[in-house]
Structures are given as C-alpha cells and as structure tokens.
C-alpha cells in the first residue's frame, strides 16, 4: 500500500484548501482511511475518517467545516477544508487500515498501518 498526500498549502484564516490522498496498491473502495495531523511539539491526532461503508466520523475541532470522501474513480481520499483556522496549522497524514471495518473500528490511530508522507497546510491569522 503507497499512500501520498498532496494540496496542502498556505492560507489565510478563514480560507480553504482541499487534500487529496492517491492510493496505489490498494483499493480505497469498501476500506477503512482516515485523515491525521501533527502539529510541531503535539501528538498526532485524529481529524476525520470514513469507514468502509462510507460512515463518517470526525474531530469535535472540526466538524462542520472539514468533509472526508472517496473518490472511488480516483482512487483518492480527499478532505475538504473549510473556514480554516491558525490551530489547523499542522502537516497532514492520510492513513489505511487494511481489512472491512464499520466506523466504530476505523477512528483509532494505533489500528492504521499504512500512512502516507504528509503534507503540510498552514494558516496564517
């Protein structure tokens, strides 16, 4: 599985910026992925997933601006970012955890096993 990220970039609060993560390898369809971000001297930290039946979850920090989706003709995952925040500064990872799984099971970081390289989004106030 090859995950990589792309579309980061640098924007004005308030502003929006659309991540897309091509998969190789792997097909995104019926599968477990999720959106991740670290910022400098914090842990990684969850911001959004969609399940292998396409429910979605996301971060209290970011619902109702940020939507996760599979573009399954792609083969991407994509998440639309929306009214963008200085703490949304961090570099963002897209992650796959192999196998069929509901949402209950596809939110926990340690279950991802194959993450991509980041890419980096920030927002400046």
């Known amino acids: 599985v090859q995950l990589v990220e792309s579309g980061g970039g640098s924007v004005q609060a308030g502003g929006s910026l659309r991540l897309s993560c091509a998969a190789s390898?792997?097909?995104?369809?019926?599968?477990?992925m999720g959106w991740f971000r670290q910022a400098p001297g914090k842990e990684r930290e969850g911001v959004a997933f969609?399940?292998?039946?396409?429910?979605?979850r996301y971060a209290d920090s970011v619902k109702g601006r940020f939507t996760i989706s599979k573009d399954n003709a792609k083969n991407t995952l994509d998440l639309q970012m929306n009214s963008l925040k200085p703490e949304d500064t961090a570099m963002y990872y897209c992650?796959?955890?192999?196998?069929?799984?509901?949402?209950?099971?596809?939110?926990?970081?340690?279950?991802?096993?194959?993450w991509g390289q980041g890419t980096q989004v920030t927002v400046s106030s």
């Open positions: 969609i399940s292998s039946y396409d429910t979605t």
């Open positions: 390898g792997y097909t995104i369809s019926s599968k477990c």
């Open positions: 992650a796959a955890r192999v196998g069929v799984f509901a949402i209950g099971d596809c939110s926990v970081r340690s279950d991802f096993g194959s």
